[in-house]
C-alpha cells in the first residue's frame, strides 16, 4: 500500500484487523473480579494504530459486552469509535452468545430489534458478512432456516473481491479444548451447503479464547484470541482454564489470490533485538540487489558490525 516492494508479492488489496472477545462491563467493572477488560481492548486498539499499513475494517466476532449491559455498549462505542475514527477504519459488529439482540441493536445501531443480528458491509469492494449464530438464553450457535435463506441470497451475486464471513462460533473442530465442543455451532453442514460454490475466501471466528485455524467447506477458517482473557490449551489437571495473559488479535491481509493472517500479541514485550524506523527508507532507496546483499548475505557488514546504526538493538 504505496510501499516499495521487497520481495516478489505486492501489497494487499484489503487489511483487516480481526478482533475478538472483549467482554466488556459497565462502569470498569473486572471480569471475574480481576481481567480489566477495557484495558485489554485499548492495548489492542493502540497496538493497531501502530501499523504501518493501517487497517480498513475493525471486525469484532462477538462476545462485545459480556453481560449485555447497554453501558458496556456506549463503552464500547466510546472507545472504538474514536479509534477507528483515527485510522480511518469501519467497524464491522458481530453478535456472540453473551450478547443480547436488543440490547446489541439498541446499543450499537441505534434500533429496536430483538430478532437475528445479520448485516452486509462493503470495505471498498471487499464483502464482510456479519452472521449472528447466537441463540437467546444458551451458549452454543445456531442458524435459523431463514438466516441461510438470507445468506445465500447475498451470497448469490459475487463481490468484486470476494466476501469474508464473519460469525461468533467457529465451524472447526477443537481437539485441545473439548468443553468447547458442548458450545459448537450445531448442524454445520447446513451452512457448509450455502458456503460451497460461493465467493467466501475466508471466515473469521470467535467464542474459544484463543487462536486457532482449520477449513469449512474448503473455505479457510480464522479464530482470534481475546482481547480480555484466553483459554490456556494445555493446562495442567483443569478441565477448562481461562488466564489473564496471551491475548491477541489477528490481522488479516486480502490479497487477489489469497488471504494471510497473522497473529499481534495485545501486549508489548522487552525488545531484544532490532532497528530503529528510519532504516526502513535506507532500505527502499538501495536497489533489490543490493537490499538482498545487505540484508541476506550472511557476512553482510550489516551482521558483523561493519555498519553501526544508531537506535540499532
Known amino acids: 500500500m504505496g510501499q516499495v516492494q521487497f520481495g516478489q508479492y505486492p501489497s494487499p488489496d484489503h487489511v483487516v484487523a480481526h478482533i475478538s472477545d472483549p467482554h466488556l462491563l459497565a462502569d470498569g467493572a473486572r471480569l471475574y473480579g480481576v481481567v480489566d477488560t477495557e484495558a485489554g481492548l485499548r492495548l489492542a486498539l493502540a497496538r493497531l494504530s501502530r501499523l504501518e ?19 458496556a455498549y456506549a463503552r464500547l462505542r466510546e472507545i472504538v469509535e474514536p479509534a477507528a475514527a483515527d485510522i480511518g477504519a469501519e467497524v464491522v459488529w458481530v453478535m456472540g452468545n453473551h450478547d443480547e439482540p436488543a440490547a446489541y441493536a439498541r446499543g450499537l445501531f441505534d434500533l429496536d430489534d430483538d430478532g437475528p443480528q445479520d448485516r452486509v458491509h462493503d470495505i471498498a ?6 452472521l449472528d449464530t447466537s441463540v437467546p438464553g444458551y451458549h452454543h450457535g445456531e442458524l435459523t432456516d431463514a438466516q441461510l435463506d ?33 458450545i459448537e455451532l450445531l448442524d454445520q453442514q447446513r451452512l457448509a451447503d450455502v458456503l460451497v ?49 496471551h491475548q491477541a488479535v489477528t490481522m ?9 493472517h497473522t497473529i499481534v500479541p495485545v501486549a ?14 535506507q532500505v527502499e532507496a538501495l536497489t533489490p540487489e543490493e537490499r538482498r546483499e545487505l540484508l541476506s548475505r550472511k557476512d553482510s557488514p550489516l551482521y558483523t558490525g561493519g555498519i553501526d546504526l544508531p537506535g540499532r538493538v
Open 53 to 71: 499499513s493501517p487497517p480498513q475494517a475493525l471486525v469484532f466476532t462477538g462476545d462485545l459486552a459480556d453481560k449485555a449491559e447497554p453501558a
Open 125 to 130: 469492494g471487499l464483502r464482510i458478512v456479519s
Open 150 to 182: 438470507w445468506l445465500s441470497g447475498v451470497l448469490a451475486t459475487p463481490a468484486p473481491h470476494g466476501t469474508l464471513l464473519a460469525l461468533h462460533h467457529p465451524p472447526i473442530p477443537v481437539p485441545l479444548m473439548p468443553a468447547a465442543d458442548v
Open 197 to 245: 460454490g460461493t465467493d467466501v475466501r475466508c471466515i473469521l471466528g470467535g467464542h474459544l479464547h484463543y487462536s486457532t485455524y482449520s477449513t469449512f467447506a474448503g473455505i479457510p477458517v480464522s479464530v482470534a484470541s481475546a482481547t480480555c482473557y484466553t483459554s490456556d490449551p494445555a493446562p495442567v489437571e483443569r478441565f477448562v482454564s481461562g488466564v489473564d495473559g
Open 252 to 260: 488479516v491481509h486480502v490479497y487477489a489470490d489469497r488471504v494471510v
Open 268 to 281: 508489548d514485550a522487552p525488545e531484544v533485538s532490532g532497528f530503529p524506523s528510519d532504516v526502513r527508507a
